[in-house]
């Protein structure tokens, strides 16, 4: 597609159940990155996949949060057991390699999560 | 390590006057630098990106940025601000070598353009 895509675009939740969040990349992207938004707050890392290279996980706040990535398309966030703590912006970004990493990184417009 | 300082949270201006949002960094070795603007509830939009050669970049709505490799700088600029400018503004860096090839990203700052 012509953008990065995410959805849904809102989710609400009951606390305690599990969410997916999917991100479908600009084609030809190799590497992703997931980010959350709290409200009012900046950015902070989650994941990061390059290829099919092993993704880096050092942003995952806890085991509760994982993601996935076929091959270089498709990326699954995967939130369990969430908690009202996790109410946030869910944001997507794809970037060609980042051999030089002067790249430009595009983001989705963002998946919504409020869990009550 | 590198990190990314937006020091004001709020800039307002008036309509018609210059603009300025500050960002400084730090990072090991050479730094690529960018802008974003964030409208509210949307994504991020990419504005302007500093790779190398000339220190003042241009981008997209008018916006530019002037890259000081001594201030280790590189504030977001625009001649005459438009109302429509309001908007959250997000610096990030990303490291050329020695760091890692995931940005980091600011904290924000909130622009308010008064009619």
């Known amino acids: 597609g012509a953008g990065v895509s995410q959805s849904p675009s809102n989710k609400v939740t009951e606390k305690g159940k599990d969410v997916e969040l999917r991100c479908d990349p600009i084609?030809?992207?190799?590497?992703l990155y997931w980010y959350r938004q709290r409200l009012g707050q900046g950015l902070e890392f989650l994941i990061y996949?390059?290829?099919?290279?092993?993704?880096?996980k050092s942003g995952l706040p806890s085991d509760r949060f994982s993601a996935e990535r076929t091959g270089e398309s498709v990326s699954t966030l995967t939130i369990q057991r969430t908690q009202q703590e996790d109410s946030a912006v869910y944001l997507c970004a794809s970037s060609l390699t980042p051999a030089g990493s002067g790249n430009t990184i595009y983001f989705g417009e963002g998946s919504w999560l409020t869990v009550v | 390590a590198q990190s990314v300082a937006q020091p004001e949270d709020q800039v307002n201006v008036a309509e018609g006057n210059p603009l300025t949002v500050k960002c400084t960094y730090s990072?090991?070795?050479?730094?690529?630098l960018f802008w974003y603007v964030q409208y509210p509830n949307r994504g991020l939009q990419f504005l302007l990106k500093?790779?190398?050669?000339?220190?003042l970049v241009k981008g997209s709505y008018g916006f530019e940025a002037e890259f000081n490799k001594s201030q280790t700088s590189f504030h977001l600029k625009k001649p005459s601000a438009l109302v429509s400018d309001s908007a959250l503004y997000f610096c990030a860096v990303r490291a050329l070598s020695g760091g890692s090839y995931i940005p980091t990203f600011g904290r924000g700052t909130s622009l308010i353009v008064h009619p």
């Open positions: 996949f390059q290829g099919n290279s092993a993704p880096d």
């Open positions: 990072v090991s070795g050479n730094p690529y």
């Open positions: 500093y790779i190398t050669g000339d220190n």
């Open positions: 084609s030809g992207h190799t590497a």
